[in-house]
Nanobody
Framework: QVQLVESGGGSVQPGGSLRLSCAAS????????MSWYRQAPGKERELVAA????????NYADSVKGRFTISRDNAKNMVTLQMNSLKPEDTAIYHC?????????WGQGTQVTVTS
């Protein structure tokens, strides 16, 4: 059974940091590219960051470049998103996604709220 379980969300003040984790099981993690998406109230889901299955190539949304870092540990079947210098506009539900040719899986999401 495929599972993607996100954790690490919460409430933080502007300028603060959070580290999101996504634990994967039920599929060959190393064969999948991994990404983080977010969806704010009333807005469409958007790609935040992605990391390739091999080679570790990453890409980021312009809005988070220089503040967020995505990484993966294939030995632990885990992908993380380090979020620094958080802004109120980063408030959203953050979802983990696993994707390979013609197949994808989503996690349930974790809430991130940035407010003073």
């Amino acid at each position: 059974q495929v599972q993607l379980v996100e954790s690490g969300g919460g409430s933080v003040q502007p300028g603060g940091s959070l580290r999101l984790s996504c634990a994967a099981s039920g599929f060959t993690f190393s064969s999948y590219s991994m990404s983080w998406y977010r969806q704010a109230p009333g807005k469409e889901r958007e790609l935040v960051a992605a990391i390739a299955s091999v080679g570790g190539r990453t890409n980021y949304a312009d809005s988070v470049k220089g503040r967020f870092t995505i990484s993966r540990d294939n030995a632990k079947n885990m992908v993380t998103l380090q979020m620094n210098s958080l802004k109120p506009e980063d408030t959203a539900i953050y979802h983990c996604k696993a994707e390979t040719f013609g197949r994808s899986h989503w996690g349930q999401g974790t809430q991130v709220t940035v407010t003073s």
